[in-house]
């Protein structure tokens, strides 16, 4: 397996445009994880799925983001209208079982918004 | 091509004992490392981090130091308590324009015995 694949790996965008990331996890596994990693708060988790749905977003920073798992080899996190603040890099990983200590990260998502 | 690797797999400690993690890299272009921390339940929280110009971070029980030299980086965890029993993920990024976000190992599962 490849791993969990993130596209695009860098993102540049201008204030007030959609932005939308892409993830396609291990295939079986159960749990995918979309994260925010930024230098001053480091890794933040935004929303996880179990199964395609979502479990919790609690993470989510505002209703400017949006996360869909349409089917399980496939996720997507959106953000409309992207603002400055919301530069980061954006993780996906996937796990096996929510109790699984182990998780794959893929090699995460640079946005930049200008 | 593993950039980041963490060659122990688990680590047993004793309670009160130090606890020391290791993880090494091959890109020099990386400079800044972080660790994670991961429960079965949870997703991964940031830990501490250091950049390439230091070579010792210290936060309370966790210390993390550098070796740039031999591409070589630590966290000491002293002393180690039941609660610190995790996953640790050792991540590395380039903060110059790689733009490649970050790298992880695969993580090191720390059991503490009481």
């Known amino acids: 397996d490849a791993g969990v694949i993130q596209s695009p790996r860098h993102e540049v965008t201008e204030m007030g445009q959609e932005v939308t990331l892409r993830c396609k996890p291990i295939?079986?596994?159960?749990?995918l994880f979309w994260y925010r990693q930024t230098m001053m708060r480091g890794l933040e988790l935004l929303i996880y799925?179990?199964?395609?749905?979502?479990?919790?977003d609690s993470g989510m920073p505002e209703d400017r983001f949006s996360a869909k798992m349409p089917n399980a080899s496939f996720s997507t996190l959106k953000i409309q209208p992207s603002e400055p603040r919301d530069s980061a890099v954006y993780f996906c990983?996937?796990?096996?079982?929510?109790?699984?200590?182990?998780?794959?990260f893929g090699q995460g998502t640079r946005l930049t918004v200008v | 091509d593993q950039q980041v690797k963490q060659n122990s797999p688990s680590l047993s400690v004793q309670e009160g004992r130090i606890s020391i993690l290791n993880c090494d890299y091959t890109?020099?272009?990386?400079?800044?490392f972080l660790w994670y921390k991961k429960y079965p339940a949870e997703g991964p929280t940031f830990l501490i981090s250091?950049?390439?110009?230091?070579d010792k971070n210290e936060d309370g029980r966790f210390t993390v130091f550098l070796n740039k030299s031999a591409k070589h980086l630590s966290l000491h965890i002293v002393p180690s308590q039941p609660g610190d029993s995790a996953v640790y993920f050792c991540?590395?990024?380039?903060?110059?324009?790689?733009?490649?976000?970050?790298?992880f190992g695969k993580g090191t599962h720390l059991i503490i015995q009481p």
């Open positions: 990983a996937s796990s096996l079982s929510w109790g699984s200590t182990e998780a794959f």
């Open positions: 295939s079986g596994h159960d749990y």
């Open positions: 799925f179990n199964n395609n749905v979502p479990i919790d």
């Open positions: 890109n020099s272009m990386f400079d800044y």
């Open positions: 250091i950049s390439s110009i230091k």
């Open positions: 991540a590395a990024g380039d903060s110059g324009g790689g733009a490649d976000g970050l790298t």
